[in-house]
């Protein structure tokens, strides 16, 4: 009926190379914003089939110029996006939207691990939206990676052995984020994270999140939680890597700057890689690892193994997909099965962010 019919006025196809992620849907004509909201409304199902199907669904040529834009054209997919956030990355609200942030507040030169939005929570969103509002000149790629090739293709032993055990995340939080350290995983105070500076508030989102808490000198919050490895998605069963090991774990990080020094061939990166292995070094040799701002453990609180992560790392890298975000961009994510990283680049970016509201994961932590 009308949506076939609309259907029609858009093209849609996968890249050249045949990587099926994302799908590409691009106006045949009429490219306004007014035009996307209205077919997105119609085509609503489509959608979300082609993002279940596919990962993840780019829009582009659309004339989108701001978050208010973009936040009315995702409102046709998902009307209740949420603007509870609980990650890591420093994010600010756009002006005039409710519920669409800066994707993060981090340097250009930090890249950012593959990552299922908030996995390392209970529930996480179902979907996550991105729209790029100033494309930058070199760089920036907001890399996409099916999770399910990635459980596909990791060494089985490690793979059993985080199936067995669970991963364990433990958070540190200063009360403004502010000290002096050479934990580089110092990003930002509790008060930033949960939008409060009242203690009751950010304990009653702690135990809703099932999150085990303990308040230290100097008004330190310490949190951790434990949670399943790998989850089964919630609409097509498959198996689906579901963690942040890699992302929470300080050892990896010069190793993004090595892979990102390798994929551009640069050597600023490789030696700001160089740079991190020694303050790495430094910190994992004189820190308590339970100290850092965020660390990662097996569930039942033993340290994980650097060359299991290393397999993990290899994994995500040989199922990477990089596309160049162009001005107007909108790319909607089906955040149980496809993560998403940062690529650093040169020039301006201004990449924003929305999710659909919180989903409990099929299979909670029991053991």
């Known amino acids: 009926g009308q949506a076939t019919m609309s259907r029609d006025l858009v093209e849609y196809g996968i890249r050249g190379d045949g990587e099926p992620l994302p799908l590409f849907v691009r106006p045949k004509g009429d490219n306004s914003k007014e035009f996307l909201q209205q077919w997105l ?149 509790w008060e930033n994270v949960f939008g409060t500076t009242d203690k009751t508030v950010v304990e009653e989102d702690c135990r809703r999140n099932n999150i085990d808490f303990s308040w230290k000198e100097n008004d330190q919050l310490k949190m951790v939680n434990r949670e399943e490895a790998i989850q089964h998605h919630p609409e097509t069963n498959d198996p689906v890597w579901f963690n942040h090991i890699q992302v929470f774990h300080l050892a990896m990080l010069k190793d993004e700057l090595f892979h990102c020094s390798r994929r551009t061939k640069s050597l600023f990166f490789f030696l700001l890689g160089c740079l991190l292995w020694i303050i790495n070094w430094m910190a994992m040799t004189l820190l308590n690892h339970n100290e850092f701002g965020f660390f990662t453990f097996y569930g039942d609180g033993s340290e994980v193994a650097v060359g299991d992560l290393r397999k993990v790392e290899d994994a995500i890298w040989k199922n990477r997909v990089f596309n160049r975000w162009e001005t107007g961009d909108i790319l909607m994510i089906d955040n149980f099965s496809t993560s998403h990283g940062r690529q650093p680049w040169r020039g301006k970016r201004k990449v924003v962010v929305s999710w659909s509201p919180p989903c409990p994961k099929p299979k909670a932590y029991s053991r």
């Open 41 to 189: 409304a119609e085509n609503k199902e489509w959608v979300q089939t082609k993002m279940l199907e596919h990962g993840a669904v780019m829009f582009r040529g659309f004339d989108i110029q701001s978050g208010a834009d973009f936040e009315s054209a995702v409102r046709r997919i998902q009307p209740d996006l949420s603007d509870e956030y609980r990650g890591t990355s420093p994010r600010t609200l756009i002006p005039g939207t409710k519920a669409v942030f800066t994707a993060a507040d981090l340097p250009w030169f930090y890249p950012i691990a593959q990552h299922l939005e908030m996995s390392q929570l209970p529930a996480p969103p179902r979907q996550v939206f991105f729209c790029c509002l100033d494309a930058p000149t070199a760089g920036g790629e907001t890399s996409l990676c099916d999770f399910r090739k990635v459980y596909r293709d990791l060494d089985p032993e490690v793979r059993d052995k985080f199936e067995e055990k669970g991963v364990m995340y433990v958070k540190n939080y200063t009360r403004n984020g502010k000290r002096l350290t050479i934990d580089p995983t110092m990003l930002k105070g």
